[in-house]
């Protein structure tokens, strides 16, 4: 995040999915980098992380949200400075944020992701796709697993009018399609016992789960069965799994697309170990034509 913020000269909004620029990672325990704030930064954060805010501020108001950290403020940095900051974690939350913090005449909101709140993202125009060699000690696991992420996030967009199908749909060779009585994958077993030899794709409005993956490409070897998904923030999946389901990627459609413009990526891992930077980055450019930034020496690579 400092690096794309220390390379924007617009006056942006700022704001995060969760709590970000603390002094420890609330999963690893390892130590993070603070969030660095320009003077003019509009931030949207929870009142309790002001009393940790080196850079000084003014408050512009406090909105109806709330958070376990209080409520959700919009203040301007009015001295650059350190940063903690708090924002929404509900998909409907950021989305009224975003809203509110545009009638401040900003260009540009940046929203601090999380990788276990990918569906985050589905609100934003565009996503920035961090790697790194903290993921995994073993750079062809991590390689592997974003070679996987880049064919999720670039699956086709289907032609079929599905946005208000709140329900599981069966969609048959003709073009008929027959609503399941379920929006979930909570009882898949029914669903399988739904299935005809018409069946030629399947419509799922909600998450994908690891057990119905296994069960698909089983039946995937027997049949030409397609899928329809939400978006690709909708498969969470081990990472072994997801390059398995990739494998199948031209049977996966999504309903809407998620644009990914660029790659940032760091070689080294705070755990005390790095790859090569040229082998990493010359690895990560075999899976994509995106432009790709290291973080580390704020270079870019097209």
């Excluded at 406090?62 to 650059?80: H, K």
């Excluded at 089983?218 to 998904?229: A, C, M, S």
């Amino acid at each position: 995040m400092n690096f794309l913020l220390k390379m924007n000269e617009k006056r942006i909004g700022l704001t995060s999915i969760g709590l970000d620029g603390e002094d420890l990672d609330a999963l690893s325990f390892l130590p993070k980098p603070k969030i660095f704030v320009k003077a003019g930064t509009i931030v949207a954060t929870a009142k309790e992380t002001l009393s940790k805010c080196q850079a000084n501020y003014r408050i512009l108001e406090e909105t109806s949200l709330s958070s376990a950290l209080g409520p959700i403020v919009l203040i301007e940095i009015t001295t650059e400075g350190n940063c903690l900051i708090g924002g929404p974690s509900s998909v409907q939350e950021m989305k009224w944020l975003l809203d509110k913090m545009r009638t401040y005449g900003l260009l540009q909101v940046l929203i601090d992701g999380a990788f276990f709140r990918m569906s985050l993202s589905a609100v934003s125009d565009a996503c920035i796709y961090v790697v790194g060699a903290n993921a995994h000690i073993q750079m062809e696991h991590v390689v592997r697993h974003f070679q996987a992420m880049m064919m999720l996030y670039h699956l086709e967009k289907t032609n079929l009018d599905l946005e208000k199908e709140n329900n599981i749909v069966l969609i048959e060779e003709d073009g008929k399609m027959a609503q399941l009585p379920m929006r979930s994958l909570l009882d898949d077993e029914m669903l399988w016992s739904k299935l005809t030899p018409k069946t030629k794709s399947i419509w799922i409005p909600g998450v994908i789960t690891p057990t119905f993956v296994r069960e698909w490409l089983h039946i995937r070897k027997k049949r030409n069965l397609e899928l329809i998904i939400q978006d690709a923030t909708h498969v969470v999946l081990p990472s072994d799994l997801l390059e398995r389901f990739m494998r199948q990627h031209c049977s996966i459609q999504v309903l809407k697309d998620i644009p990914i413009v660029a790659i940032c990526y760091n070689p080294t891992s705070p755990k005390g170990y790095a790859f090569d930077d040229e082998e990493f980055r010359h690895a990560l450019e075999a899976h994509t034509t995106l432009p790709l930034f290291n973080i580390k020496k704020e270079d870019r690579h097209e």
